[in-house]
């Protein structure tokens, strides 16, 4: 099985051809090509709006490309991902009426399709699960978790309730596919090996695309070295991670959270 799209080289890793797009937006392979400032200026505010809005899009066309690809999963499945388009496209249409209320507009930055690029080099369900589900969603847990309280912090108690609405949401989304990859192994245990190779896909693209420490982005602002977000054990839990898989998050992450007594 193969999906109807062409494929290009970035910096030696192969990825899928982004999704469509309307000429407003100008589409990049790269951070140090994205629009990114630290504070919460006003221009701050709505590029991160503006690129969690086609982060929303990509969720969703990746969650309707399984629907077409993959018409011999099982109905319980398909139903999910199909609740999950429903979800994300009403997550992204949120994000652009609060953009427009923030005086943005669509196509104001340049976005990164990125989680489609490589979700979709995977040609089976299972690995683009592990990629997009338990990996990209399971983090914006993570994140989430986190930027409701800084955007209240920082006043805007309007953002933050919505992205605390899209937390319940993620936190769904990602508990199904732990739910489905757990399912689809205890039948045929050869699935890890499906969900493994996904997985170092996903890490040796992420390697080879990370910025330098010191390069600057597109708009001047020098590139440090990322943090992760804090881990936001409770929304994992919920999401029907193990705890041992918790821990080990945690582990990763240096501990940067406030580790429950349940999971010592």
Known sequence: MSVPFGTREVEGVTLRDGPAREDCFECVDADAEMHDWPEMSEIARRERLHRHMNNECGALEIASQCLVDFPEAPW??????????????????VLRRRIDQLYGYKGEFPVNNFEWAITMMVDDLPGRLAIENRTFEAGLIDILGSLRDVWREAGDSTTADVLDAMLADEINHVRFGNRWIREMTEKDPTV????????????????????????????????GKRMAPAVYVQGRLEADFTEEEVKEVLRLAGFRSIIPHELG
């Open 76 to 93: 319980g499945l398909r139903l999910n991902l199909a609740r999950q388009a429903a979800d994300e496209a009403r997550h992204a249409a």
């Open 192 to 223: 890890l090996l499906k969900v493994a190779k996904a997985i170092r896909k996903l890490a040796t693209a992420i390697q080879a695309l990370a910025s330098e420490a010191g390069e600057e982005n597109a708009v001047g602002v020098t590139i």
